[in-house]
């Protein structure tokens, strides 16, 4: 059984920086392509990130570029989101999720944590 575990969010304001962080247990870690997207309350489940087993590629939605950062350490079988230049419509439950490929479609993730609240105050 695969388990995903996010931790990390809170309240911001605007302008701040949070990191969120997801812990990957029950896979080959090292062989997913993992993600991060959001939910917004009455909006649809959105990408924001991902990046490759190795690491070297990453996608970003236009939303987030040069704000966002993803990373992950295979040793730790962790991965993280870097949130640095926080605006209020950035609000939303942000879940980890993982992948056999790297895609940008939630339809394309096998697993998911439960999401962790990022509120950004104006």
């Known amino acids: 059984q695969v388990q995903l575990v996010e931790s990390g969010g809170g309240l911001v304001q605007a302008g701040g920086s949070l990191r969120l962080s997801c812990a990957v247990s029950?896979?080959?870690?090292?062989?997913?392509?993992m993600a991060w997207f959001r939910q917004a309350p009455g909006k649809e489940r959105e990408f924001v990130t991902a990046?490759?087993?190795?690491?070297?590629?990453?996608y970003y939605a236009d939303s987030v570029k040069g704000r966002f950062t993803i990373s992950r350490d295979n040793a730790k079988n962790m991965v993280y989101l870097q949130m640095n230049s926080l605006k209020p419509e950035d609000t939303a439950v942000y879940y980890c999720?993982?992948?056999?490929?790297?895609?940008?479609?939630?339809?394309?993730?096998?697993?998911w944590g439960q999401g962790t609240q990022v509120t950004v105050s104006s």
């Open positions: 029950g896979r080959t870690f090292s062989r997913t392509a």
């Open positions: 999720a993982a992948a056999s490929i790297l895609v940008r479609s939630p339809q394309g993730y096998d697993y």
């Open positions: 990046i490759s087993w190795s690491g070297a590629l990453t």
